[in-house]
Nanobody, 124 residues
């Protein structure tokens, strides 16, 4: 088990920015592929971004390319999602997820561990 804890959500105006963080409340994230997903009311959970265990590879959803940036801390135990130029359609609960296998994937079912989520609300 890898208990994940997200932080950094909140309310922001369109065009603003937020920085989400994900840490393991117990253990380490160093060997895990990490991802961020989001779910808006009435919609399915959707892929946002993923990063390899060593931080050398990333994959972004088209809707966030050029606006969002994922990174891992120097000790690889923290994953951060920098979200710039936020839009009202980015409003959702954002979830951090961890995957034991090394490959990048956009499929939420490929991730074994999930955080509780953090709300991001972007006002127009």
């Amino acid at each position: 088990q890898v208990p994940l804890v997200e932080s950094g959500g909140g309310l922001v105006q369109a065009g603003g920015f937020l920085r989400l963080s994900c840490v393991a409340s117990r253990g380490t994230l160093r060997t895990y592929t990490m991802g961020w997903f989001r779910q808006a009311p009435g919609k399915e959970r959707e892929f946002v971004v993923a990063i390899s265990w060593n931080g050398e590879s990333t994959s972004y959803a088209e809707s966030v390319k050029g606006r969002f940036t994922i990174s891992r801390g120097a000790a690889k135990n923290t994953v951060t999602l920098q979200m710039n130029s936020l839009r009202p359609e980015d409003t959702a609960v954002y979830y951090c997820a961890a995957r034991l296998s090394p490959g990048l994937t956009t499929n939420p079912f490929d991730f074994e561990y999930w955080g509780q989520g953090t709300q991001v609300t972007v006002s127009s």
